[in-house]
Structures are given as structure tokens and as C-alpha cells.
């Protein structure tokens, strides 16, 4: 019982000597930073961050096409490496700093971290500039609202400007409600703002309301009036119209009477005068005047020739740039699905039965056997129309029983007419076994792609720019579906 008692001593005392350090640990570090010293050198170290933070982010408006390419380099071989060059103003720092502020994060509108270091660093020093907690929850509403305006007006053309978190919200706001309701969000989130940013804000917008509504009220008045004026105006020009018009017809009848009280016909006389405009009488005291175009001077060839351009290497930009390696492609075990000899005779003794049926002999018949399909080659006899065996293909494919064939007639460069036939357990073509082929590894090719085996199983290779319509209908997909 005693060592018991002794042994519960000996832990509280241990507990409590535990106890009393932490609390001088936390009592010495408390004063450290109670100093007026160490405020003063954070002060100084956050204001020279947020200048640090404006010359990168504004180089990084810049130089971030140049430098993309090199910032998926690990950081440790980054910052190791001399070879491996930025032409951000703060180097590697800025670089990175600037990519993960402005691409990752918040675009354009990571400029307000800049403000926010600063503040902080003066009112360290003791300089009071703005209320600290309002003015650093405001700049952080500003910088999430501004990252989503600026991604809804500028994410197809410029991703940066709204950067990954802009880009992202205003792909789920557009989802849930719409484009007209992301705009309706951030015109309202912009109302908000200005309301709470500025004191006299909510004054100033109801003064507005009611000049507008004075104004209106001011035209309807105005056009009230008006329009009552120009009624009384039209009335009594109708009236003096119809006293006029009455007037004229009064005397248009005496005039008529008179003629009709003496009954007789007056010729009355038209005269007719005629203008004779002589040739060149009227503008021959406006002179011509003639001006002279200058000619614009050419360069000779000679000296256009003279400092030819260099040839342009497009792998200068991405000297860095590594290719995947092979190990992301799965291997695949090697397929033991063979086309059996009597398969090969069977498939043989159809064609040749379905062509004799109707009357088309051959001479000659080999088979090509590939991984996922049998070329049949047959020589046709003399007189046999190509057309006409080309006409049979539902009918062959009808008598070996296969999912479809396929007639090539003829043969490009041979004299034989070829028909493909499924094989019955096909073969798995893997991407892993036609890029690790020493073909494509040895291709001199810059943009080799690799096509798959045909019928020799031997791989097949092509350039991309062979095949530029490709290309072009993958930046088509690209650009539609944001592949």
C-alpha cells in the first residue's frame, strides 16, 4: 500500500513539473510576441510579402505563357535546379506564387491579398489606415464575387481572369439556375456590396429612385398637356379649313352658274413657255481640278532577302516537357486464339460453293490470317466480271454465317479480288504491345501515332501530319464538349 501511495506521489509530482513547463513555454512565448519588436518585424515582413505579391502577380500578366510550361516541375527540382530559368520579375517564388493565387485560386481578383497583407502590416506598425476586421471580410467578399463575375464574362477566352475557383462555382451557379440567373446573382451580389462598403450608399440609391420616379411623373404631366394643346390647336384649324373651303366652294358654284346662264363654250388661252438651256451655258465657270495620287514606294527583293528569319523550333518552348511512360498502359496477356485449319477449309469450301451457285468460277484461292479477321484472296477465272462477284457480298456472308463481311475488289496492286471474314475468336489488340514495338520506337516520326496491326500483325504507324483532318475534328470536339 505504501509503494502504491508513493508511486501516485511520484506521477502527480511528474504531472505537475509537465504542467509548469508547458505554462512557462506558453508564458515566454506570449511575451515574445507581446514585444514591441516582433510586431514591428512582422509588420514589415507582411508589407514586403504584399509587394512581393503585386510585382509577381503583375509579371505573371505577362510572362505566364512562357512560364507555364515549367511550373509542373516538382517543387524540390524546381527550386534545385539552376538550368530551369522564369522570366517571372520574382523568379521562381513569383512564379509559383502567382500560379497558385491567379490560376488556382481566385484570377485577377487575387490582387486584393495584396491589400490585405498590407493592412495587416501597418496596423502592426501601428498605422490605421482602415478598420481591420471589416475592410479584410469585405476584400475577401469582393474577391470571391469578382472571381465569379470575371469567370462568367471571360472564361471561354481568358481561364486566367477568373481563375479555377471562378471558373468552377460559375459552372455549378450556371447548372443550377441557369446563365440568366448567374448574372441575376451577381448583380445582386454587386448591389450588396456597395451597400455595405460605403455609408451613404442605401441614401444616395433611394434619392436616385425618387428623381426617376419625379421625372416620370414630369413627362406624363408634360405630355398630358401637350397632347390637350394640340387637340385645341387641330380644332380650330378644322374649323378655319371648313370656313375656307366652304368660302371656295361658294364661289366656284357663282362661277359655274355663270358659265351655265350663258351656255356657251370659252376656249381659254394656255401659254407655254419654254426654257432653251444651251450646252455648257450653266456650270462653265466651275473649273476641273485634277489631283495626282502618290505612288507607294516598294522594297526591292534584294533587300528583303537580305536578313532571312531562322527556322522556328517549337520544341524550344517545352524543352522540359517528359513523355508518360509505358507502365500507364495496362499488358495484357498474350491471346492464344488461333484460326484452326478447319476453319480456314471451311470458310474456303463456302466461298467457292456460294460463287459456283451462281455460276463464277475461280482459279486460284489463298487466305491471309490477322487478328481479328481471315483475308480470302481469289484469282477469278477469265471473262469473270468483278461487279458481279461484288454483288454477292450479303449472299457470302449469308453462307459462312458471319456478322458482316467485307468484298475488296480489286486489291490495290495486285490482281486478285480479297474478302475479309470475322474470325470466330478474335484476338485483343493492346495499345501497350503496338507502342512498345521497336517500329514505333524507333520511328523517325515527330508526332508518330500508332494505328493498330493489320493483317501481316505487323503494326502500323502513321505521322499526325498525314492526317490533319484529325486534328481538326479533335479541336472540334475540344471546343464543343470541353473535352
Not at 463481311?405 to 474470325?423: D, F, H, L, Q, S
Amino acid at each position: 500500500m505504501k509503494k502504491n501511495k508513493q508511486t501516485g506521489k511520484n506521477s502527480e509530482s511528474k504531472s505537475g513539473r509537465t504542467r509548469r513547463e508547458r505554462f512557462r513555454v506558453f508564458k515566454s512565448l506570449a511575451s515574445f510576441m507581446r514585444d514591441e519588436r516582433f510586431a514591428v518585424a512582422l509588420g514589415v515582413l507582411f508589407i514586403a510579402f504584399s509587394i512581393l505579391l503585386t510585382l509577381s502577380f503583375t509579371s505573371y500578366l505577362f510572362t505566364w505563357k512562357s512560364d507555364q510550361s515549367l511550373l509542373h516541375v516538382p517543387f524540390q527540382k524546381m527550386i534545385s535546379d539552376d538550368s530551369i530559368v522564369v522570366e517571372n520579375w520574382v523568379g521562381k517564388l513569383g512564379a509559383m506564387l502567382s500560379n497558385v493565387f491567379i490560376r488556382n485560386w481566385f484570377g485577377l481578383a487575387s490582387f486584393s491579398f495584396v491589400a490585405i497583407f498590407g493592412l495587416i502590416g501597418f496596423r502592426l506598425l501601428k498605422v490605421r489606415l482602415l478598420p481591420l476586421r471589416k475592410s479584410v471580410f469585405m476584400l475577401m467578399i469582393i474577391t470571391i464575387w469578382l472571381s465569379i463575375t470575371l469567370a462568367y464574362f471571360f472564361s471561354d477566352k481568358l481561364f486566367y481572369l477568373g481563375g479555377a475557383h471562378g471558373y468552377f462555382v460559375c459552372k455549378w451557379l450556371n447548372g443550377l439556375w441557369g446563365k440568366v440567373g448567374t448574372l441575376a446573382f451577381i448583380g445582386v451580389g454587386a448591389f450588396v456590396i456597395v451597400i455595405y462598403s460605403f455609408k451613404n450608399a442605401l441614401a444616395s440609391f433611394k434619392s436616385w429612385f425618387a428623381k426617376l420616379a419625379a421625372l416620370k411623373k414630369e413627362d406624363l404631366t408634360e405630355n398630358d398637356s401637350g397632347f390637350a394643346g394640340d387637340i385645341n390647336n387641330e380644332d380650330a384649324e378644322t374649323e378655319s379649313e371648313v370656313k375656307e373651303s366652304t368660302e371656295e366652294l361658294s364661289e366656284e358654284t357663282q362661277v359655274e352658274k355663270e358659265f351655265v346662264v350663258h351656255g356657251e363654250e370659252i376656249d381659254l388661252p394656255v401659254e407655254i413657255t419654254e426654257q432653251v438651256i444651251e450646252k455648257g451655258s450653266l456650270f462653265d465657270d466651275i473649273e476641273l481640278e485634277l489631283q495626282e495620287t502618290e505612288s507607294e514606294e516598294l522594297i526591292s527583293d534584294e533587300e528583303i532577302d537580305e536578313e532571312p528569319m531562322g527556322d522556328y523550333d517549337p520544341t524550344e518552348d517545352l524543352k522540359y516537357y517528359k513523355k508518360p511512360g509505358i507502365d500507364l498502359l495496362v499488358e495484357l496477356p498474350p491471346s492464344k486464339n488461333e484460326v484452326s485449319a478447319s476453319e480456314l477449309n471451311s470458310n474456303k469450301d463456302r466461298i467457292v460453293k456460294t460463287l459456283l451457285d451462281y455460276k463464277i468460277e475461280i482459279s486460284k484461292i489463298s487466305a491471309t490470317i490477322g487478328p481479328t479477321v481471315t483475308l480470302y484472296e481469289i484469282v477469278p477465272a477469265p471473262g469473270v466480271r468483278i461487279s458481279k462477284i461484288k454483288n454477292l457480298e450479303d449472299d457470302i456472308a449469308l453462307s459462312l454465317a458471319a456478322l458482316g463481311i467485307r468484298i475488296i475488289a480489286p486489291m490495290p496492286g495486285k490482281g486478285t479480288i480479297g474478302i475479309e471474314v470475322p474470325n470466330s475468336n478474335p484476338e485483343i489488340v493492346s495499345m501497350r504491345s503496338v507502342i512498345k514495338s521497336a517500329k514505333f520506337q524507333e520511328s523517325t516520326f515527330q508526332l508518330p501515332v500508332a494505328i493498330g496491326k493489320p493483317l501481316a500483325t505487323k503494326p502500323l504507324y502513321s505521322t499526325w501530319p498525314k492526317h490533319p483532318t484529325c486534328l481538326l475534328q479533335a479541336q472540334r470536339v475540344r471546343a464543343s464538349r470541353w473535352v
